[in-house]
């Protein structure tokens, strides 16, 4: 059965610092993976995605992530992190294919990011 | 840009009311969505529509119904609203391989 994983309910990061989100999913097929980002009171707004190709992907507001394959994993980073990335993160896996790939998503439970001035 | 609207950004219902939660998208997609967002557990697919007057249940669909006369309009339902329907109700639309999402409607039943 399809699932995603974000092991991390809250981080905390200093502004300036590094910052990772962790995403594991599980599916059958090579799925569609996506980032999205939520603020407080608003919807969800997409942040990347990958389809295929190149396994490192650029966002926007400065974030990437990566595709590994062998973790099952699509990690997001962003090198230095401002005040205003403070927000919840989600990662979102689909069933893939042309036409269909962001049908069906299945949303991991979200990873909520404090930002220390 | 993609605009997905929701009719009401907060609504608080009693017990037994028949609530109606509209969602318009302006870009002609084909394919609208309804999730619900707890704390803890993400979002959750309630139903999605890939056409008109088309519907197709997803993760929880029982206590709603939907319903799509028109391709830019997806209501979402409640025949009788109850306490455990308290919850933030998201639309979504999608042409095909990204879902743009509206700002939600948080919902409060009492």
């Known amino acids: 059965a399809q699932s995603v994983t974000q092991p991390d309910i809250h981080i905390t990061v200093s502004e300036g610092a590094s910052l990772e989100l962790r995403c594991n999913y599980s599916y059958g097929a090579t799925p569609y993976l996506f980032w999205y980002v939520q603020s407080p009171g608003q919807g969800l707004q997409l942040l990347l995605k990958y389809f295929s190709g190149d396994t490192l992907v650029q966002g926007i507001k400065g974030f990437e992530a990566e595709f590994k394959r062998s973790q099952s994993s699509f990690n997001l980073r962003k090198p230095s992190v401002h005040w205003s990335d403070a927000a919840e993160y989600f990662c979102a896996v689909g069933p893939g294919g042309v036409g269909t790939g962001a049908n069906n998503l299945f949303f991991g439970t979200g990873t909520r990011l404090t930002v220390i001035p | 840009d993609v605009k997905v609207t929701q009719s009401s950004r907060y609504l608080v219902k009693r017990t037994g009311e028949k609530v109606f939660l509209e969602c318009v998208q302006d870009?002609?997609?084909?394919?609208m969505f309804w999730y619900r967002q707890d704390p803890g557990l993400g979002l959750r697919l309630i139903y999605f529509s890939y056409d008109v007057k088309m519907k197709e249940k997803g993760d929880i669909p029982e206590g709603y119904s939907v319903s799509r006369e028109k391709k830019e309009r997806f209501s979402l339902i409640l025949e009788s609203a109850s306490t455990n329907q308290t919850s933030m109700y998201l639309c979504?639309?999608?042409?095909?391989?990204?879902?743009?999402f509206g700002p939600g409607t948080r919902l409060t039943v009492t």
């Open positions: 870009m002609d997609h084909e394919n």
């Open positions: 979504a639309s999608s042409p095909a391989d990204e879902q743009y």
